[in-house]
C-alpha cells in the first residue's frame, strides 16, 4: 500500500498506473507461483490491487466533478485512508481463505498453519507503509475468529470474497443513504474484480 500521505496527485497517478497495466497485463507473460514466498506476494498484491481500484473507484462515481477538490480536505483523506487499511484487512483475509482451500481442494495442500503465518507477516510488513497497529490488530483478532469456522474443502467455492464487498459498503467514506441505494452496484463491484484474481490465480498456481 502507499509509503506516504495521499494527495490528488498521487491518487490520480496510483490510479493511473493501475489502469495501464490492467490494460497491458493481458500481453505481459504471467510468471507461475510455484512456492509460498510466490504466494504471498500474489495476495499482498492482489488484495491491495481490490481495495484501491474499487474504493477510489467508487468515489470518484459518487463524487463526480468533486471527486478532486475532496482530495484537498485533510479530514476526508483521514477517511479514505482508515477505509482502504480496514478494507485491504479483510481482502487479505479473503484472499488468503480462498487460495489455500483452492489448494486443498486441488493440489492436496495440507499445511493450513503456512495461512496464518502469511497474514500476519503481510500485516507486520505493512507497518512500514503506516498501516495502523489498531487495525492490524483487530485484524488479527479478526482472523483468528474467522480461521476457525473456514470449511477448508468448500470455502474457495462458497461465496468466499462476501466479506471484503461488504467492508466496500462499510467503509467507504460517502453518505450512508448515498451507499444504501448504490448498495448492490458496490457489492458487485467488488465481486467482479475479485473474479478477474480468481482467474489469474488459475491461471498462474502450480504447487
Do not use: C
Request: charged residues 30%; proline residues 2%.
Amino acid at each position: 500500500m502507499g509509503k506516504y500521505k495521499l494527495t490528488w496527485r498521487d491518487l490520480s497517478w496510483d490510479d493511473f498506473k493501475t489502469y495501464l497495466f490492467a490494460l497491458f497485463k493481458a500481453f505481459v507473460p504471467k510468471k507461475k507461483i510455484n512456492n509460498l514466498d510466490e504466494l504471498e506476494e500474489f495476495i499482498q498484491t492482489k488484495s491491495a490491487w481490490v481495495t484501491q481500484v474499487t474504493l477510489y473507484g467508487y468515489l470518484k462515481t459518487r463524487m463526480g466533478t468533486r471527486y478532486v477538490l475532496h482530495f484537498e480536505n485533510d479530514k476526508f483523506m483521514g477517511s479514505v485512508n482508515l477505509a482502504k487499511w480496514n478494507m485491504y484487512a479483510v481482502a487479505l483475509q479473503d484472499l488468503i481463505f480462498f487460495t489455500f482451500s483452492n489448494l486443498k481442494v486441488n493440489f492436496n495442500y495440507q499445511d493450513m498453519n503456512n495461512a496464518k503465518e502469511i497474514f500476519f507477516k503481510i500485516l507486520d510488513d505493512e507497518t512500514s507503509n503506516n498501516m495502523p497497529s489498531d487495525i492490524i490488530e483487530e485484524a488479527k483478532r479478526n482472523f483468528n475468529e474467522r480461521i476457525k469456522t473456514i470449511n477448508w474443502d468448500t470455502h474457495y467455492n462458497d461465496l468466499p470474497f462476501n466479506p471484503s464487498a461488504l467492508s466496500l459498503y462499510k467503509w467507504a467514506p460517502i453518505a450512508d443513504e448515498l451507499k444504501e441505494l448504490d448498495r448492490k452496484i458496490v457489492l458487485n463491484s467488488v465481486i467482479l474484480k475479485w473474479d478477474v484474481v480468481k482467474k489469474e490465480f488459475k491461471e498462474r498456481i502450480k504447487f
